[in-house]
C-alpha cells in the first residue's frame, strides 16, 4: 500500500498527468503494464505503458522531485523500452525536460504516428478530460488545456 501512497501523492503534484485514484485503485493500478523504477526498495519512478496494436506508449511518466536531475527519468524510459515487445513506442510531452530525455533514448518528433495510432491517442486524450470534468479536477484540466498546441508525440521505431 506505500506504493499506491506514494503515487497517489506524486499524481496529486504533477498536474501534467492523469488525475489520481483511490489506494485500492492505484493498488490494482501497480499491479499492471506498469515500469517501476526503485531506490533500496522504495518507489521513486513510475509509468505506464499503453497498447496499441502494434505500437505501445509510455504515459503517466512521473520522477520523485528528490530524485530527478540524476538520470532517472531516463533509466525509466530505457527500462520501459526493454519491457515492451512492441517496435514503435510513442510518448507526448510538452515538457523540454523529458523531450531531452526521449530525444537521448531516440525518440524523434513525429507529426503522424500512424491512423490508428492517432485515432487511439485521441480517444485517450477525450478519455482523460471526461475523467478530469467527472473527478472536478478544473485546475488539472486547466493546466492541461492551456498547453494543448505545445505538446508533440515523439516516437521510437526499433529495427
Same mark, same amino acid.
Given at each position: 500500500?506505500?506504493?499506491?501512497?506514494?503515487?497517489?501523492?506524486?499524481?496529486?503534484?504533477?498536474?501534467?498527468?492523469?488525475?489520481?485514484?483511490?489506494?485500492?485503485?492505484?493498488?490494482?493500478?501497480?499491479?499492471?503494464?506498469?515500469?517501476?523504477?526503485?531506490?533500496?526498495?522504495?518507489?521513486?519512478?513510475?509509468?505506464?505503458?499503453?497498447?496499441?496494436?502494434?505500437?505501445?506508449? $509510455?504515459?503517466?511518466?512521473?520522477?520523485?522531485?528528490?530524485?530527478?536531475? =540524476? #538520470?532517472?527519468? @531516463?533509466?525509466?524510459?530505457? +527500462?520501459?523500452?526493454?519491457?515492451?515487445?512492441?517496435k514503435i513506442?510513442?510518448?507526448?510531452?510538452?515538457?523540454?525536460?523529458?523531450?531531452?530525455?526521449?530525444?537521448?533514448?531516440?525518440?524523434?518528433?513525429?507529426?503522424?504516428?500512424?491512423?490508428?495510432?492517432?485515432?487511439?491517442?485521441?480517444?485517450?486524450?477525450?478519455?482523460?478530460?471526461?475523467?478530469?470534468? $467527472?473527478r472536478l479536477?478544473?485546475?488539472?484540466?486547466?493546466?492541461?488545456? =492551456? #498547453?494543448?498546441? @505545445?505538446?508533440?508525440?515523439? +516516437?521510437?521505431?526499433?529495427?
Open positions: 500500500m506505500q506504493d499506491a501512497q506514494w503515487l497517489r501523492e506524486m499524481l496529486s503534484q504533477e498536474l501534467e498527468v492523469r488525475p489520481p485514484r483511490s489506494l485500492k485503485a492505484e493498488q490494482k493500478y501497480l499491479s499492471s503494464n506498469i515500469i517501476t523504477l526503485r531506490v533500496d526498495g522504495s518507489l521513486i519512478g513510475y509509468t505506464d505503458i499503453r497498447d496499441y496494436g502494434k505500437a505501445a506508449e $509510455i504515459t503517466t511518466f512521473i520522477i520523485d522531485p528528490k530524485f530527478r536531475g =540524476k #538520470g532517472n527519468a @531516463k533509466k525509466l524510459v530505457l +527500462k520501459a523500452i526493454e519491457i515492451t515487445p512492441h513506442i510513442l510518448s507526448c510531452t510538452r515538457n523540454p525536460k523529458m523531450a531531452a530525455v526521449l530525444e537521448g533514448c531516440g525518440f524523434e518528433i513525429t507529426h503522424w504516428p500512424g491512423l490508428k495510432e492517432y485515432i487511439l491517442l485521441t480517444i485517450n486524450t477525450i478519455k482523460r478530460v471526461f475523467s478530469m470534468i $467527472i479536477e478544473f485546475k488539472r484540466l486547466w493546466v492541461q488545456a =492551456k #498547453g494543448f498546441t @505545445k505538446y508533440k508525440i515523439y +516516437k521510437l521505431q526499433i529495427e
